[in-house]
C-alpha cells in the first residue's frame, strides 16, 4: 500500500455551517482554497475542528463531498471519524471510500473504557471493511482512551493501519510510537501544534495541527524548514506559533479556531450548539495575538 503521500501538514479543517447547522458550502469552499494558499500537505474533513460530532451522516457526507470536490486532487483529502461503537465507524469507513477519500483517522470511541484488547478488535474490524489507509487519531484529554505504545505496535501489524495522529501532548509517547514501529514503514504524525518540531526531530513525518487552519503558511514553514536542515528557522517558526496554539484555551474546545478565523476575514460562522463564542475580553486577547503574528492587521 502507497503511503508516501501521509507526510508534511496536515489541517483539520473548520466546517461552516448555517443558521440550521448544516454544512454552508461557500463557506467550506473558502477555507479549503485558504488552506491550499498557505501550502499544505493535505487536508483532512471533520476532525475535531471540523465537529465532526455535530454533524448527522448526511452532513458529514457532504462536508466531506465538498471538499475532495473543492480540493479537485491538488492534495490528500483525509476523512476523520469519531464514533463510539464498531458498526458505525464501519459505515463511516465505508462512507470515506465510498466518496474517495484517500485515507481515513479515527479515534478511539468516546465515554466508554475499552480495554486494550476491546481496542485492538475495535479498529482491526474497521480495518477489514475497508481498503483506505487508517491513521489511528490519539487524543486521550478528549476521548479518555489512550492508545498505548504496545497497542500500537500491534496495530501496526495490521496492513492498512499505516499510522497514527498523537494528541496525547506526551513527547515520551510520542518517541516510543516511533522507536517501536521505525523499521515498518509506519507513520507518526504529530498532534500537538506546540510540539511539532519535537515530534518531527524524533522522526514524525508531520502533523495535523489545528492552528493550520488560521496560519497555514507559519505551520508549513516549520515543517518545510525542517526538512530542509534549517533547525533554527524551524525552531523560530515554532515559537512564533506557540502563542496561537496556547490561546485556544481563551474559549471552550474548539471555539477558538473558527474566532480567530473570522478575526482575519475567513467568514467561518458559528460554532455548533452547545459552543458559542468568547467572551469580548478573550476575543480581543485573541485579536492582539494575531496582530502580534501578522496575521491580522
Keep these: 500500500m502507497d503511503t508516501s503521500f501521509i507526510r508534511g501538514v496536515i489541517p483539520p479543517i473548520v466546517t461552516p455551517v448555517d443558521a440550521e447547522e448544516c454544512v454552508e458550502e461557500q463557506g467550506l469552499r473558502r477555507v479549503v482554497e485558504h488552506v491550499i494558499a498557505g501550502g499544505v500537505h493535505g487536508i483532512l474533513s471533520l476532525g475535531s475542528n471540523g465537529e465532526f460530532y455535530g454533524l448527522d451522516h448526511e452532513q458529514q457526507e457532504r462536508a466531506v463531498h465538498m471538499t475532495i470536490e473543492q480540493v479537485a486532487g491538488r492534495v490528500p483529502v483525509y476523512m476523520g471519524i469519531g464514533a463510539i461503537t464498531t458498526k458505525e465507524c464501519v459505515q463511516l469507513a465505508q462512507m470515506g471510500e465510498r466518496q474517495h477519500a484517500q485515507a481515513i483517522t479515527i479515534l478511539p470511541p468516546m465515554f466508554l473504557t475499552p480495554s486494550e484488547e476491546e481496542l485492538f478488535q475495535h479498529f482491526r474490524k474497521i480495518a477489514e471493511a475497508t481498503a483506505l489507509p487508517i491513521l489511528l487519531y490519539n487524543n486521550p484529554d478528549r476521548v479518555g482512551n489512550n492508545i498505548s505504545a504496545n497497542l500500537i505496535e500491534r496495530l501496526a501489524g495490521i496492513p492498512n493501519i499505516v499510522g497514527v495522529k498523537d494528541s496525547s501532548g506526551d513527547l515520551t509517547l510520542t518517541a516510543e510510537y516511533i522507536r517501536r514501529t521505525r523499521d515498518t514503514g509506519f507513520k507518526v504524525m504529530a498532534g500537538r501544534d506546540v510540539m511539532i518540531l519535537g515530534s518531527l526531530a524524533y522522526g514524525a513525518v508531520g502533523c495535523v495541527a489545528s492552528t493550520a487552519n488560521i496560519v497555514p503558511a507559519l505551520v508549513v514553514e516549520i515543517y518545510e524548514k525542517f526538512i530542509a536542515g534549517d533547525l533554527a528557522g524551524a525552531r523560530e517558526a515554532q515559537f512564533k506559533l506557540a502563542p496561537l496554539r496556547m490561546a485556544f484555551n481563551l474559549a471552550s474546545f474548539p471555539v477558538v479556531t473558527k474566532e480567530a478565523m473570522n478575526l482575519i476575514g475567513l467568514d467561518v460562522g458559528a460554532s455548533i450548539l452547545p459552543n458559542t463564542g468568547c467572551s469580548q475580553m ?16
Design 282 to 297: 478573550n476575543r480581543s486577547k485573541l485579536a492582539d495575538i494575531l496582530k502580534q503574528m501578522g496575521a491580522l492587521v
